[in-house]
C-alpha cells in the first residue's frame, strides 16, 4: 500500500462546476500537508498548505481530518485554466516528503 | 527575479555514461532536493541537502551522486549505475532547516537514455 494515496481520474467536469478530490494517508506520525499544482510536463507548483481547521484561498478549499487520514481539495466554479494534475504531499517531520501520483482534472467549456 | 534553475532543460546519454544536472537557487532556501518523476507516479526522493557540504540519501540513491560545495548549488550526477535513468529530474528547495516550509521546485531536466 502507498503510503499517499489519490484517485488518479481523470475527473471531466464542465465549467463552473464543483470538483472535490480526496487523498489518504497511512502514517499517523504526518505533521505537514500542502496541494501542488502541476500542469503537463512542467514542474510541480504549490497551491496551498492545508491547516487542521480547513482553509480557503478562493475558489479552493482545503481540508484535513487527521481521525480518518485525509485531505481533501474542493474547487468551486470550475475554470479550464484550473485543468490540471493535483498531488497531494504530506510531510513526516524532518525532510521525509511523499508525494501522491496525483488526481487529472480536465475542465471542458 | 528569485527562483530555481535547472540545465539542461532536455538531455539524451548513450548507455554506460555518466551525466550531470545542474540545480542552482537564489532563493538564499538552505535546503535543496532532487526528485524522479515517472509517468503515472509521485515524485520521488533522490538525495536531499540541509546545509552546505552535507547531503542525505532520500529512497532511491542508487546509481546518483550529488555535492553541496555551495548553498546556491545542488547538482546530481546520473552514473553508469543507474538502470533505468529515463525520467523527468527535479530540483527543488526550501527555506530554513526544519524542512516543514513547502518546497519550491525548478523547471526540471528530462533524461532519455539511448
Known amino acids: 500500500r502507498k503510503e499517499v494515496e489519490q484517485d488518479p481520474g481523470p475527473f471531466n467536469v464542465p465549467e463552473g462546476a464543483t470538483v472535490a478530490f480526496n487523498c489518504t494517508y497511512s502514517?499517523?506520525?504526518?505533521?505537514?500537508f500542502f496541494w501542488y499544482r502541476q500542469d503537463c510536463r512542467k514542474e510541480p507548483k504549490l497551491l496551498m498548505s492545508v491547516y487542521s481547521s480547513g482553509n480557503e484561498d478562493g475558489r479552493f478549499t482545503a481540508q484535513l481530518n487527521r481521525a480518518s487520514q485525509y485531505i481533501s481539495l474542493l474547487i468551486r466554479d470550475s475554470k479550464l485554466s484550473d485543468s490540471a494534475t493535483y498531488l497531494c504531499v504530506v510531510k513526516r517531520g524532518g525532510f521525509k516528503t511523499i508525494f501522491g501520483a496525483g488526481t487529472r482534472l480536465f475542465v471542458k467549456a | 527575479d528569485g527562483g530555481i534553475t535547472q540545465s539542461p532543460k532536455y538531455l539524451f546519454r548513450k548507455e554506460g555514461q555518466n551525466v550531470t544536472l545542474s540545480c542552482e537557487q537564489n532563493l538564499n532556501h538552505d535546503a535543496m532536493y532532487w526528485y524522479r518523476q515517472d509517468p503515472g507516479q509521485g515524485l520521488r526522493l533522490i538525495y536531499y541537502?540541509?546545509?552546505?557540504?552535507?547531503?542525505q540519501k532520500g529512497d532511491i540513491a542508487e546509481g546518483y551522486s550529488v555535492s553541496r560545495e555551495k548553498k546556491e548549488s545542488f547538482p546530481l550526477t546520473v552514473t553508469s549505475a543507474q538502470k533505468n535513468p529515463t525520467a523527468f529530474y527535479l530540483c527543488?528547495?526550501?527555506?530554513?532547516?526544519?524542512?516543514?516550509?513547502?518546497?519550491?521546485f525548478g523547471p526540471g531536466t528530462r533524461l532519455t537514455v539511448l
Open positions: 502514517n499517523s506520525a504526518s505533521q505537514s
Open positions: 527543488a528547495s526550501s527555506p530554513g532547516t526544519s524542512g516543514s516550509a513547502e518546497q519550491f
Open positions: 541537502s540541509q546545509i552546505v557540504n552535507d547531503f
